[in-house]
């Protein structure tokens, strides 16, 4: 399957069976593919939600890898360590042991949706409220205060890169903001490639090549098909996406290929 962009496309390598349970992100480590599982709705405080292992030709999975979570999003690590948001705190797993060892509760928040790490630093985007926290030694604290619809982070190049509705945006060390580029759909997913560029993905069923000059090619439409490409994630080194699709239920990989 080729999907074509100006510049770029997406070839289609593998899908799962619909076996996912509600898979909202996918975070690649150490040859496996981690994956937040809602299975749910997606806000539900009910305790169905979990972390799955998937292998990364998509033919194996254990959806029973971290239970008892409710309605987890992004993933990030540190160390041994993964940090998970899921509503209104931010669960920490013990990777080696394979279970929950501690919740971070953050105050007033609304929607924790996306996670990044960055320097021994958790950053995670709160999509209701409008805000970016910055968790430090387990303590949270505001980062960004005035960040509408955000959703997808990224830390990169000691930078933090963010999906604030349809505008991607960065802020760097001094706090500085810049607008990068602007696509049709709010932004979900965020992932760099090698040579600097970005893959974008929107929920609702786009994903986007953006330069790093701000140029923006749409590489795949899907929500005609009413199939989701929410928070993706990447093999950079040979430029594989992971696309979770949500209420679709599976995991589709994508290599970016530029055209000859």
Do not use: C
């Not at 040859?31 to 972390?51: A, E, F, P, T």
């Not at 033919?59 to 509503?87: C, E, H, Q, R």
């Not at 790093?212 to 994630?233: R, Y």
């Amino acid at each position: 399957m080729f999907v074509n962009g100006q510049n770029h496309q997406l070839v289609k390598i593998w899908e799962t069976d619909t076996i996912i349970a509600v898979p909202e992100s996918v975070l690649p480590y150490k040859g496996k593919l981690y994956v937040s599982l809602i299975d749910g709705n997606s806000w539900d405080d009910d305790g169905k939600g979990g972390v799955g292992i998937l292998s990364v030709d998509g033919k194996k999975f254990n959806g029973n890898w971290i239970t008892g979570l409710s309605a987890p999003k992004g993933m990030g690590i540190i160390g041994n360590k993964m940090y998970v948001a899921d509503i209104t705190r931010v669960v920490v797993i013990d990777m080696k042991k394979g279970k929950v060892i501690k919740t971070i509760p953050v105050p007033a928040s609304e929607n924790l949706n996306d996670v990044t790490v960055g320097k021994g630093v958790v950053y995670v985007s709160d999509s209701k409220a409008g805000k970016i926290w910055k968790i430090t030694n387990d303590k949270p604290e505001i980062y960004v205060n005035d960040a509408p619809r955000v959703n997808g982070l990224k830390f990169y190049n000691n930078r933090l890169y963010y999906g604030e509705g349809k505008s991607f945006k960065k802020i760097d060390v001094e706090r500085k903001i810049t607008t990068i580029a602007q696509v049709t759909e709010n932004i979900d997913g965020i992932e760099p490639l090698a040579n600097g560029d970005f893959i974008l993905t929107s929920w609702v069923g786009y994903i986007y090549y953006v330069s790093k000059q701000g140029g923006v090619q749409t590489l795949l439409e899907t929500h005609q098909e009413k199939i989701n490409t929410a928070d993706i994630g990447i093999d950079i080194r040979n430029n594989i996406v992971y696309v979770p699709t949500f209420f679709g239920k599976k995991i589709i990989a994508f290599r970016v290929e530029a055209i000859k």
